[in-house]
């Protein structure tokens, strides 16, 4: 399975949520592997686990894999906001969501029934869980103990017709006592021992397959050939391996040819890749949300101790007990977290695509990144570091299991950030302004419109400005939060009033008006030319620099002691909105 236009990888996601920075990583692998050698990228929708999945969450995957730059070949089908059309079934092997795939599933049980290598199976959940206890309390593993009347190899058709019939079941895979091995391309071969595997459930009581025997299903019938995924579902492969052991194709979905004979499951090449975790040691999950959360309700409650899960409920929109409940580590509720995000101001770590989307970071910054945790190129920049900047077609181009690292990564929010400063800074301004205006536009639409309505040549001296310090769009909009801002607005920083323009008997005050006259009769109110406007009055005043005029300016123009360069913000605010500006500011103060 080296040909390369034989290639098909696969990234499926259970949707149950966002996705999750570690789950990018991996699709962003078997992108690159497929594209570096000619194949196909799959996504399919494993959707099987009917209560927690949702539609909504299936297309927000999508979106955040399109968004990423990580498209697919096969899979579901999805419209972006210019018509491209990403997906669909080019090859004939859908449906990509599991849910529609359950009959054929059912069929394979049936053969694996009727083959002797699996078995309707009536025990409750009660009488499972009183024998779960007993090996507990025994101190022994628990291991699901196989019926006596089933045999390896043989059909037990009474147990198929009361299955039939109707009564509650689940069909168990019949384990053979035999050596496993997992042949994995990063961690060499893995080998399990006779007897380690049980008989283990592969169709649910609710009639839909377990996770392990739908995935072992698809991945043959739809021409898996390299399976790139997290060291977390190495534990599971041994099962995978053994029913690809035990399985045939059925004639209608055998070959062209190939009807008259079985033809038996294929074992995809496997390559397990090292995980994510926090810079702390601790898996990087969506518990980081609560932990955060927790702890900084916790500090405010010892501020105020008043605050209880009752009087907190109404604020946070969230009933009391499960507040308490939140507070006591009973529950890690992802709404009673974000809730304290919003109320309280609290700055909840990034785990899932969507977070960092939020956030204002780049594409092409988070797959840079991400390629780095568990891969690298294997070159030197010309200066002998190691190389660490590429972007995806590089990555597509150079990519191989190979290069893959054994040991686990950690996930660094400081050097993530620092990329995405750089790539920010890369940008020409026309981009950023582009960029900038489009995430706006999708996280802060108010905002989208207030900038939106300042003519392009002024946003684009904001850009020179704010596109060198910004580490995220979100913190450009920070530093362009003074447009924002109403001309009449008076709530201006009081620490910066009194010690930039009360001090020395009111001396900001008595400079901002004096430089408010000069500003009628200035022609050019250009960047470069309200810098050299500003230079003059200190000069012309004997001061030994701006910082006089230019804090007491700067006040009025944003309410606050810090902003961009005031060449750049007073353009982009306009005459008339600068000069209402600062009338209002002498006026409040």
Not at 91 to 98: A, E, I
Not at 183 to 210: C, M, N, S, Y
Not at 239 to 262: D, I, T, Y
Request: charged content about 25%; aromatic content about 8%.
């Amino acid at each position: 399975m080296t040909a390369s236009d034989h290639v098909v990888t696969r990234f499926a996601p259970s949707p149950t949520g966002h996705l999750h920075i570690g789950g990018a990583r991996s699709a962003l692998f078997c992108w690159a592997f497929a594209r570096r050698n000619g194949g196909r990228f799959m996504i399919r929708i494993e959707d099987t686990d009917q209560a927690r999945s949702s539609d909504e969450s299936a297309r927000g995957i999508l979106e955040d894999l399109a968004w990423l730059g990580i498209e697919w070949d096969d899979g579901p089908s999805l419209t972006l906001a210019d018509g491209r059309v990403i997906g669909a079934d080019s090859r004939p092997v859908g449906p990509y969501f599991q849910a529609q795939r359950v009959p054929i599933y059912h069929a394979y049980i049936e053969a694996l029934v009727k083959a002797g290598r699996a078995y309707p199976a009536f025990e409750d959940a009660a009488e499972l869980e009183a024998k779960r206890k007993a090996a507990v309390a025994a101190k022994q593993t628990y291991r699901y103990e196989r019926p006596a009347d089933v045999k390896p190899g043989v059909f037990n058709a009474a147990r198929w017709e009361r299955a039939q019939s109707g009564e509650p079941h689940v069909v168990r895979f019949l384990a053979l006592h035999e050596e496993i091995i997992v042949p994995d391309q990063v961690l060499g071969d893995v080998r399990i021992a006779a007897g380690e595997l049980d008989d283990f459930v592969i169709l649910k009581a609710d009639r839909f397959p377990t996770y392990h025997f739908a995935v072992v299903i698809d991945d043959e019938l739809m021409g898996v050939t390299h399976v790139l995924r997290a060291q977390e579902h190495l534990a599971n492969t041994p099962r995978h391996v053994a029913m690809q052991k035990a399985l045939v194709r059925l004639p209608q979905h055998s070959p062209p040819g190939s009807e008259s004979r079985a033809t038996p499951f294929r074992t995809p090449v496997y390559a397990h890749m090292p995980l994510i975790f926090n810079v702390d040691g601790t898996k990087m999950s969506k518990r980081d949300k609560a932990k955060a959360a927790r702890a900084a309700l916790q500090a405010k409650i010892k501020q105020e101790p008043a605050l209880t899960a009752d009087v907190l409920a109404p604020r946070l929109g969230a009933a009391a007990p499960d507040i308490a409940g939140f507070l006591a580590k009973d529950n890690d509720s992802l709404e009673v977290a974000t809730a304290i995000s919003r109320v309280f101001g609290v700055a909840l770590p990034e785990i899932e695509v969507a977070d960092f989307r939020a956030a204002g970071y780049l594409p092409e910054a988070i797959c840079n990144y991400l390629a780095l945790l568990g891969w690298n190129p294997g070159m030197k920049t010309e200066d002998g570091k190691d190389l660490e900047k590429f972007d995806n077609a590089f990555l597509a181009e150079h990519f191989s299991i190979e290069r893959i690292g054994k040991t686990n990564s950690k996930f660094d929010r400081n050097k993530l950030l620092s990329f995405n400063g750089d790539a920010i800074a890369a940008l020409s301004d026309d981009a950023f302004i582009d960029r900038w205006m489009a995430w706006m536009r999708e996280f802060e639409p108010a905002a989208a419109d207030r900038i939106g309505a300042v003519p392009r040549d002024r946003l684009a001296a904001l850009a020179a400005a704010i596109k060198p310090r910004a580490k995220t769009l979100r913190e450009g909009l920070k530093s362009a939060a003074f447009l924002l801002r109403d001309d009449e607005a008076t709530d201006f920083e009081a620490k910066a009033v009194e010690k930039h323009m009360r001090a020395d008997d009111g001396r900001g005050v008595k400079l901002l008006r004096e430089f408010r006259e000069t500003l009628n009769a200035l022609l050019d109110w250009s960047p470069a030319g309200l810098a050299a406007h500003l230079d003059a009055f200190a000069q012309a005043n004997g001061l030994p620099n701006p910082g006089p005029i230019a804090q007491p300016l700067r006040i009025a123009l944003t309410g606050a002691a810090v902003s961009p360069g005031l060449g750049e913000t007073m353009a982009v605010i306009g005459r008339l909105s600068c000069l209402k500006r600062i009338d209002t500011c002498l006026h409040a103060v």
